[in-house]
């Protein structure tokens, strides 16, 4: 066969014709090396006539197994904690209430227990200081519009309100030594020798403002 491409191609013809044949059978192209140009253009041509389609692309292997886990890493360097600040300087300390503000109200609880005695002092001392000018009203008055278990008192007046008694009498007699403090009031026994107790509850409220324009009480405040 080679004898029959030699005469037919001539010793060059059949150098090209081999390495065309080799190109196409690999499917690699490569440099030729000592042939012409021309002899090159011939090479590629016969290998792309000759060379044979690509095959279908092969099935995937299967996975290979996980390998195992690397080793952790060195943990990373903690920041530094900022400095704590100075601390800053203290406030002014807050108003403390001495009197009753005006318009509000205050309340409290009351009693005495005794036996064998005449007269009974029952002492009430005010949490906060009334101001001047506030006076009694009594129970079941308007101005004490209130209960025992519900001590109330309009503006400008306090109210003394009895929960229970016995041998007992709300004399309405008071013992005053700073009114704007607190009050002494005193309960008589009806019969000495036999026990007497009371107890009960109180309450009080301060005046609003006085308007200077009309010098009466303001309304709300």
Same mark, same amino acid.
């Given at each position: 066969?080679?004898?029959?491409?030699?005469?037919?191609?001539?010793?060059?013809?059949?150098?090209?014709?081999?390495?065309?044949?080799?190109?196409?059978?690999?499917?690699?192209?490569?440099?030729?090396?000592?042939?012409?140009?021309?002899?090159?253009?011939?090479?590629?041509?016969?290998?792309?006539?000759?060379?044979?389609?690509? &095959?279908?692309? @092969?099935?995937? =292997? /299967?996975? #290979?197994?996980? +390998? *195992?886990?690397?080793?952790?890493? !060195?943990? $990373?360097? %903690?920041?530094?904690? &900022?400095?704590? @600040?100075?601390? =800053? /300087?203290? #406030?002014?300390? +807050? *108003?403390?209430?001495?009197?009753? !503000?005006? $318009?509000? %109200?205050?309340?409290?609880?009351?009693?005495?227990?005794?036996?064998?005695?005449?007269?009974?002092?029952?002492?009430?001392?005010?949490?906060?200081?009334?101001?001047?000018?506030?006076?009694?009203?009594?129970?079941?008055?308007?101005?004490?519009?209130?209960?025992?278990?519900?001590?109330?008192?309009?503006?400008?007046?306090?109210?003394?309100?009895?929960?229970?008694?016995?041998?007992?009498?709300?004399?309405?007699?008071?013992?005053?030594?700073?009114?704007?403090?607190?009050?002494?009031?005193?309960?008589?026994?009806?019969?000495?020798?036999?026990?007497?107790?009371?107890?009960?509850?109180?309450?009080?409220?301060?005046?609003?403002?006085?308007?200077?324009?009309?010098?009466?009480?303001?309304?709300?405040?």
């Amino acid at each position: 066969m080679l004898k029959r491409i030699h005469n037919k191609l001539g010793t060059a013809g059949l150098v090209v014709a081999v390495v065309a044949l080799v190109a196409a059978v690999a499917g690699t192209a490569f440099a030729a090396g000592g042939l012409t140009k021309k002899q090159e253009k011939q090479v590629v041509k016969i290998a792309k006539k000759y060379a044979g389609k690509q &095959g279908p692309k @092969g099935v995937p =292997g /299967p996975a #290979g197994a996980q +390998g *195992p886990k690397g080793d952790q890493g !060195p943990k $990373g360097d %903690t920041g530094s904690k &900022g400095e704590t @600040g100075s601390q =800053g /300087p203290e #406030g002014p300390a +807050g *108003p403390t209430e001495t009197e009753l !503000p005006q $318009g509000k %109200t205050i309340t409290g609880v009351w009693s005495f227990r005794g036996e064998g005695e005449p007269s009974y002092w029952v002492t009430i001392s005010f949490p906060l200081r009334l101001p001047e000018g506030i006076t009694r009203a009594f129970e079941g008055t308007p101005d004490c519009p209130g209960d025992a278990s519900h001590p109330e008192a309009t503006r400008g007046h306090y109210c003394i309100y009895t929960a229970a008694s016995s041998n007992a009498i709300d004399q309405n007699t008071f013992y005053k030594v700073d009114e704007t403090s607190g009050i002494i009031f005193e309960f008589t026994s009806t019969v000495k020798e036999n026990p007497a107790f009371a107890r009960g509850s109180w309450a009080a409220t301060a005046r609003c403002p006085i308007d200077p324009g009309t010098e009466e009480e303001e309304s709300e405040c």
